[in-house]
């Protein structure tokens, strides 16, 4: 807009008349220099363009400083209830400077109302559409491709929205695999005939799942063509699944029904047939075109012409339609082509609410039959129970006074007679044994039993002469042993009807046989030890004195008045002390086998005395290394101190004899709750397994130590186990062949001799 001074009347005077709306300039200092009159609204405000100042200054200013800079803006303002929208220019002179800014203010207050009408329902729409169970859409109906989806797409899906409109094969490519050719096509084509149509489909999830929708579209159509589809796509997942779950239950109960051997029939209240199974048409032989009626009474009226007693049965339907909580198990009906039936009647239940009955029927001719014949069989069984009964009274004098047991058995293995004999051996009287079974009788022996009974049984061929052991009811406990015999009962026609026990007892005569037995083994055992001991005994007690004969011819050729060398003293000392042990433990095993091995028990220091019996070894071996694993603190026991010196000499001098490659010998001393256990280990030939248990036995020597190698008379762990018994105490080995020994004993520690220990204290 150009501007002059003289032009400035000329300015004012076309915005007063030219415009219907308020206008005003401003120079370049952005002061009001000129506004229209104020309108009738305004006026007890002020102009309008002053109302419009005052109520946003700053949108003013920017705008009017913006059009000072050349540019045209404007703003919205809201004062006095009317909503002015305002536009801004520039100004020019006629060399084209900026000298001012003219304005202008239109009402536009109708307008704002129609526009916040219209956001508020189009607000209120989308919410609608957001609300709505289901996903709402809109496509091109070319393409398939989404213009609108409602938030409900992400919360179904998980996909965002943004997603459906910018893919354009979204709706396609998401579809379950299966869906994939046929959901498209079946759409386009109902798209082309632009008619609506629904269908359900499955889409994959985001996070995997299969998604059942059902999709209701509409076809908008201009100018007789399809140009969009607007539907919406409601998830039935769970319905689905329930009508295939409920799919699944009528096709399994189809197929029990169709499956059982009863035939079945459901019948409401009003008398109408909701279901049977094909069982029940052709027990009853019921053509399809009456089932067609699904008519009780039309059934009825065909079965009747079935049955021999049409009458019974139309009165007791009657009597269960009329009391509809009765149930029934009735009798059986006969139909005049001989078959039974037999019928069952229960109320059909909702809940706690009857809603028809349900009748089964299962044909029992076979059975029923089977039930006569039994009967009829059972009479001519118990007629010929009788006659046998007669017969096996000629028989009772016989067993009852046999001195062997003696039974009949029938086929089933099942007593029929027996005498007291036998029956004392079941821990029965002959009167209760009767009837039963052979594992009735005697359930331990039956599976030793049964298998011979059966093997007469079909082969007809007797078993003589069975050896049998085991224990009855009679001598629980206890072994017995029998010589049975089983004979095959015939009958004149070759028949075999059971078999014949005869049981003679060898309990006796077994148990001597093993007595003697027994005997016999021990005493080739005691000759066996006998013949060992003489052989040792000669061998250990001819081997010290053929040395100390020879030592004393030695002194013997030296002259009177000669010293004898100490030499050879030591060594005749030697082998008499040796003599004198084996004399000794001779001594002490008839002692201990006479009971007169007595002791003389006070307090014992156990460490003093390990270490007194050690010194006397330390030079004895030279190629044995001796150690001893001391307690903390002073073990004392009561005892014989010179007998549990012997203990533990034996021990020492086992374990130097059995390591003949030398080795460490180690003794250590322990206490261990109110024991002391003493042990002694070697590093030598070990002991069998097998020897082990036999080791502190009279006389017994390891198979593995040959008398020639290792000497002794077998008796010294026998004396060493006798003294520690005799102590309170116990011994045993630990051993493995090859890996040397260890033997312990316990003793009893001395705490409750308080006293004893201060006297031998002193006596030290």
């Known amino acids: 807009m150009l501007y002059s001074p003289r032009g400035e009347a000329q300015l004012r005077e076309l915005l007063a008349k030219g415009l219907p709306s308020p206008a005003w300039l401003v120079d370049r200092d952005l002061s009001l220099t000129w506004c229209s009159p104020p309108s009738p609204e305004a006026e007890a405000a002020g102009s309008v363009c002053t109302a419009v100042r005052l109520a946003d200054p700053q949108a003013w200013a920017t705008a009017h400083h913006r059009a000072l800079q050349g540019e045209t803006g404007g703003f919205d303002v809201t004062t006095c209830g009317h909503t002015y929208r305002c536009s801004v220019a520039p100004v020019k002179d006629l060399t084209g400077a900026i000298v001012a800014a003219v304005g202008i203010a239109t009402d536009v207050t109708d307008f704002a109302q129609v526009v916040r009408e219209f956001n508020r329902a189009q607000q209120e729409h989308s919410e609608l559409i957001d609300n709505i169970d289901g996903i709402v859409w ?12 409602s938030k409900q797409a992400e919360r179904l899906l998980g996909y965002p929205t943004q997603r459906w409109l910018e893919e354009p094969d979204f709706w396609v490519s998401h579809l379950h695999p299966d869906d994939r050719k046929w959901a498209p096509a079946f759409c386009v084509k109902a798209t082309a005939e632009g008619r609506p149509h629904e269908f359900e489909y499955r889409m994959i999830a985001a996070d995997g799942r299969t998604v059942w929708l059902r999709d209701i579209v509409s076809v908008i159509v201009e100018d007789q ?10 998830d039935v997942t769970e319905q689905h699944w329930n009508k295939e779950r409920l799919q699944h239950m009528v096709s399994l109960l189809r197929a029990t029904l169709d499956s059982t051997t009863d035939g079945l029939l459901v019948v409401n209240l009003h008398g109408r047939i909701v279901a049977y199974n094909r069982r029940y048409q052709d027990m009853w032989r019921i053509p ?8 009780d009474d039309r059934v009825i009226e065909h079965v009747l012409g079935l049955l021999e007693h049409p009458e019974q049965f139309l009165a007791r339907v009657r009597e269960l339609y009329a009391a509809p909580e009765a149930e029934s198990l009735d009798d059986h009906i006969e139909l005049r082509d001989g078959r039974v039936i037999e019928r069952a009647s229960a109320p059909q239940r909702q809940g706690e609410t009857i809603i028809g009955r349900v009748w089964s029927f299962r044909d029992v001719t076979q059975r029923v039959r089977a039930e006569q014949e039994r009967d009829r069989l059972l009479v001519a069984e118990q007629a010929a129970r009788v006659a046998a009964e007669e017969s096996f ?20 293995m099942r007593y029929l007679r027996l005498n007291d004999t036998l029956a004392a051996l079941h ?22 039993i049964e298998p011979h009974l059966r093997r007469v049984l079909e082969t007809g061929e007797p078993i003589i002469d069975l050896e049998l052991k085991g224990m009855v009811p009679s001598s629980p406990g206890e072994q017995r042993h029998w010589r049975v015999s089983y004979y095959p009962v015939q009958t004149s026609r070759g028949g075999i009807v059971g078999v014949g026990a005869v049981v003679v007892e060898v309990t006796a005569e077994r148990r001597a046989q ?8 021990e005493a080739h055992e005691a000759i066996r030890v006998r013949d060992d001991f003489l052989s040792i005994a000669s061998h250990e007690l001819k081997t010290p004195l053929t040395p100390l004969k020879l030592h004393l011819q030695m002194l013997k050729q030296r002259g009177t008045g000669q010293p004898a060398p100490s030499a050879i003293v030591e060594k005749a000392l030697a082998q008499v002390k040796r003599l004198s042990g084996l004399i000794n433990d001779l001594l002490d095993t008839s002692r201990i086998g006479a009971g007169r091995l007595e002791l003389e028990c006070k307090p014992v220091q156990l460490l003093e005395l390990i270490r007194e019996v050690l010194a006397d070894f330390q030079p004895v071996s030279v190629h044995h290394a001796f150690t001893c694993e001391e307690p903390q603190e002073d073990i004392v026991i009561h005892g014989d101190r010179g007998r549990l010196a012997q203990v533990l000499t034996n021990l020492l001098e086992n374990a130097i004899k059995y390591s003949p490659t030398g080795g460490t010998v180690r003794i250590s001393c322990a206490s261990s709750g109110a024991e002391a256990v003493i042990s002694v280990s070697d590093s030598g030939i070990g002991i069998p397994a097998d020897q082990q248990k036999h080791l502190f036995e009279r006389f017994f020597r390891a198979r593995n130590a040959p008398i020639t190698g290792f000497g002794g008379l077998g008796l010294g762990l026998y004396i060493c186990r006798d003294i520690v018994e005799r102590h309170g105490g116990r011994i045993w080995v630990e051993s493995e062949a090859g890996h040397g020994s260890t033997f312990r004993f316990t003793l009893p520690l001395n705490s409750h001799h308080p006293e004893s220990l201060e006297a031998g204290a002193a006596d030290a």
């Not at 063509?225 to 409601?234: A, E, H, Q, S, Y």
């Not at 399809?288 to 008519?295: G, L, Q």
């Not at 093993?514 to 083994?521: F, Y």
């Open 138 to 149: 809109e496509a091109n109906a070319s393409d398939v491709r989404f213009t609108l989806v």
């Open 225 to 234: 063509r399809p140009i969009k589809l607007r539907g919406i796509m409601v």
């Open 288 to 295: 399809d075109e009456v089932m067609d009626f699904r008519r």
């Open 393 to 412: 009274a000629l028989l009772d004098t016989f067993l009852n006074n046999a001195p062997i047991g003696l039974g009949f058995l029938d086929r089933d």
């Open 427 to 448: 821990g029965r009287r002959r009167e209760d044994e009767v009837g039963l079974t052979v594992r009735e009788a005697t359930q331990d022996m039956a599976p030793f």
């Open 514 to 521: 093993e007595e003697r037995e027994r005997l016999l083994s």
